[in-house]
């Protein structure tokens, strides 16, 4: 991060992990079962596209979530635990790092873009059905590196040294918001 003042410029290290939340559109209804949206697509298209092009680029991971249930949200068995899902993040990332033995690098996100084909290679299957994706999507060239990043992870997460169709399949769903303001429908 930097930061420009009279008396210098100064750069800070800076991690950050951003999540963000935005309704479905202005009123908030739409696709909730038993409720009427008032907004007709111009106004949820103007709404959705305040996100800009580039910046919905960089979220890797773009997913709508329909309204819970009282029911559901008082509900407590059935769902899965926390450690349960630590302990799976937890081998994937070490699932990974095995890969990176050797190298500065310590997660997918750090793989610089020179070396995205020697840790993001996929297979005959998984190129193919990024390529049709791509075409019918018209994906940014950061958009489909980020993809494939995501595949990567996934792939870990499932313990597949290489990255298939399924899992590009499961990134590339995670791209739903460049579809819903028909930018890249
Ligand atoms: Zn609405």
Redo the contacts with the bound molecule.
Sequence with gaps: MTIARAVGTFTYPARFQLVASMNP??????GVRNAE???DDAAVAKYVGKLSGPLLDRIDLQVQIARVPFDDMVRREGAERSQTIRERVVAAREFARERFVGTPIKANAEIPPSAMRTYCALDDAAMKLLAVASAKRQFSARALDRIARVARTIADLAGSSTIRAEHVAEAVQYRSLERLDGRAA
Excluded: A, H
């Excluded at 559109?25 to 739409?30: A, K, S």
């Design positions: 559109c202005p009123c908030g209804y739409r949206c008032r907004c």
